[in-house]
C-alpha cells in the first residue's frame, strides 16, 4: 500500500508542533472521529461497516464529495478521508484549504487507488493507496494519526499507472450486453442482487447470474472491483 505524507504535515512534525489527532495515551482507549467523503455509495458502505468493527476510530459520517465541507463544521471529525479512488477529485486544493480553515482542522487524507502526484501530496496531510481495501486502509490510518511516521515517498511510476488500465477497462466494458451495462450500472449504486432484481423485474438468481458473466468479462473478481473499474473508466459518459 503507498503512503505519501505532505510537506505541510513533514514540517509540522519536525517542528514538533502535534495536530489535534495525537499520540494515544498507553493503555486508554481514545477511538478517532472519522468522516469519509465518496460518491461512490458502495464505498460509503464499506467504510462504514470497518469502521463499526474498529476500536481505534468512530464513525463521525461519510458523505458525498461537495458536502465534505459542510459536514466538517457540523461533525468536527479528527480525520477526514477524501475519496479520489475512481477518478480525481475537482476542486481538491479549494476543498482543502476550506478544510484548513476550519476550527479544529482534521487531519485530512486523500485516498487513491494507485498513487499520486506530488502536488496532491502537497496539498493534504497524507495519500493512502486503497489497494487492499477499507480495513487495510484503516490500519494504515492509525498509524498515521499516532504520528509514529513521518514520511513515505509514493512509488516511482505509479502516478499515471491508471492511464493503460483504464483504456483495457473500457475495451473490456464494450463487450458487455444491454442488460449486463444496466446491471452494471445499479451496482455502482450500490444496490443487492435482490434490488437489483426488483429494479429490472428479474430474480435475484438470474441477477447473480448477470453478475457473474459481468466479473469475468471485466475480469475481476467483486463486484466492488466491477463498480470501481466502471466509474474509473467513465462508465457513464459513454455507450459502452
Not at 468493527?53 to 461533525?75: H, K, P
Not at 479520489?84 to 486544493?93: I, Q
Not at 476543498?95 to 476550519?102: E, M
Not at 492509525?142 to 475495451?171: F, I, K, N, W
Request: hydrophobic fraction near 50%; charged fraction near 25%; charge should be neutral.
Amino acid at each position: 500500500m503507498t503512503v505519501g505524507f505532505g510537506s505541510d504535515q513533514v514540517n509540522q512534525l519536525h517542528n514538533g508542533r502535534r495536530r489535534r489527532v495525537g499520540l494515544r495515551s498507553v493503555g486508554v482507549v481514545q477511538p478517532r472521529t472519522l468522516l469519509v467523503a465518496s460518491d461512490l455509495p458502495f464505498a460509503r458502505t464499506n467504510f462504514e461497516d470497518a469502521v463499526a468493527a474498529s476500536n481505534s476510530f468512530a464513525l463521525a459520517g461519510t458523505c458525498a464529495w461537495r458536502e465534505v465541507v459542510d459536514r466538517t463544521m457540523r461533525w468536527h471529525p479528527d480525520v477526514v478521508v477524501l475519496d479520489a479512488s475512481v477518478a480525481r477529485l475537482a476542486g481538491l486544493a479549494e476543498t482543502v484549504a476550506r478544510l484548513r480553515a476550519v476550527e479544529h482542522a482534521p487531519m485530512i487524507t486523500l485516498l487513491v487507488e494507485d498513487g499520486a502526484a506530488k502536488a496532491d501530496i502537497d496539498r493534504v496531510d497524507a495519500v493512502v493507496a486503497m489497494d487492499r481495501g477499507v480495513v487495510a486502509v484503516l490500519e494504515v490510518l492509525e498509524v498515521l494519526a499516532s504520528g509514529a511516521v513521518l514520511a513515505m515517498a509514493p512509488r516511482a511510476g505509479r502516478v499515471h499507472a491508471g492511464v493503460t488500465m483504464d483504456y483495457e477497462v473500457r475495451q473490456r466494458l464494450s463487450t458487455l450486453t444491454k442488460r449486463e451495462r444496466e446491471i452494471l450500472r445499479l451496482v455502482v449504486d450500490g444496490l443487492s442482487n435482490r434490488e437489483v432484481g426488483s429494479r429490472l423485474f428479474i430474480s435475484p438468481e438470474t441477477v447473480k447470474e448477470y453478475v457473474s458473466r459481468i466479473l469475468a468479462k471485466l475480469k475481476v473478481t467483486s463486484r466492488i472491483e466491477a463498480a470501481v473499474a466502471a466509474v474509473r473508466a467513465e462508465f457513464d459518459d459513454g455507450d459502452w
